[in-house]
């Protein structure tokens, strides 16, 4: 059964930093694409950032430079170091297995982690 459990979420002011952790499990991590996506209060879904399996990395154009996807193969783990934080970040961050199109497509995430930004 795939399992992916995130953490790391919470409350932070404008400008601070947060670390987000996403623990695999049920599946070969090591042959996946993986990839983080929120939700907003009111929205969609939408992509934040993906990583290969050989480690190529996107990010969509509103957190480029301010947050940095990673994964850890030996420990089955992602995460998403996320500095600079801003208002507009706040919402509830999945970690997904596969490339944004697949996650569209309904494949597995975890069950989410809160952030939120305010002062």
């Known amino acids: 059964e795939v399992q992916l459990v995130e953490s790391g979420g919470g409350l932070v002011q404008p400008g601070g930093s947060l670390r987000l952790s996403c623990a695999a499990s049920?599946?070969?991590?090591?042959?996946?694409?993986m990839s983080w996506v929120r939700q907003a209060p009111g929205k969609g879904l939408e992509w934040v950032s993906s990583?290969?399996?050989?480690?190529?990395?996107t990010y969509t154009d509103s957190v480029k430079g301010r947050f940095t996807i990673s994964r850890d193969n030996a420990r089955n783990t992602l995460y998403l170091q996320m500095n600079s934080l801003k208002p507009e970040d706040t919402a509830v961050y999945y970690c997904?297995?596969?490339?944004?199109?697949?996650?569209?497509?309904?494949?597995?995430r975890g069950q989410g982690t809160q952030v939120t930004v305010s002062s």
């Open positions: 049920g599946f070969t991590f090591t042959l996946y694409w």
């Open positions: 997904a297995r596969g490339s944004w199109s697949a996650v569209a497509s309904g494949s597995p």
């Open positions: 990583i290969t399996s050989g480690g190529t990395i």
